[in-house]
């Protein structure tokens, strides 16, 4: 958030009063380790489980289907991207983070 007053003329700034709207250090750096602590991944990739809860044949099945389909997936976008130019890469399912909370 910039400080003081919005301009109300067209005159050129001072360079002084450009520095006195920042924001102070502290709050940059802040602003900073937060963006860079949410930009990191915390966990693993989409069907890659930290801990493993399911032992039921069944649900052992389904999850090992689950992570087929992402192999199956990824196979495909990876085809297709070969293709473009401009690579669609941000909804890899190894890029995706297992965890909703990141």
């Known amino acids: 958030k910039i400080k003081g007053v919005p301009p109300k003329n067209k005159n050129p700034l001072k360079e002084e009063d450009i520095v006195k709207s920042l924001i102070d250090k502290s709050t940059t750096l802040d602003t900073m380790v937060i963006t860079?602590?949410?930009?990191?991944?915390?966990?693993n990739a989409l069907g890659d489980f930290e801990v493993?809860?399911?032992?039921?044949p069944?649900?052992?099945k389904i999850v090992e289907e689950f992570r087929q389909n992402l192999k199956d997936i990824s196979l495909?976008?990876?085809?297709?991207?070969?293709?473009?130019v401009q690579?669609?890469?941000y909804l890899y399912p190894e890029e995706i983070p297992n965890s909703i909370s990141t």
């Open 87 to 89: 690579k669609y890469e």
């Open 52 to 56: 493993t809860y399911t032992y039921d």
């Open 76 to 84: 495909k976008m990876h085809q297709r991207n070969e293709k473009l």
């Open 36 to 43: 860079r602590i949410l930009s990191e991944r915390s966990t």
């Open 58 to 60: 069944a649900a052992v």
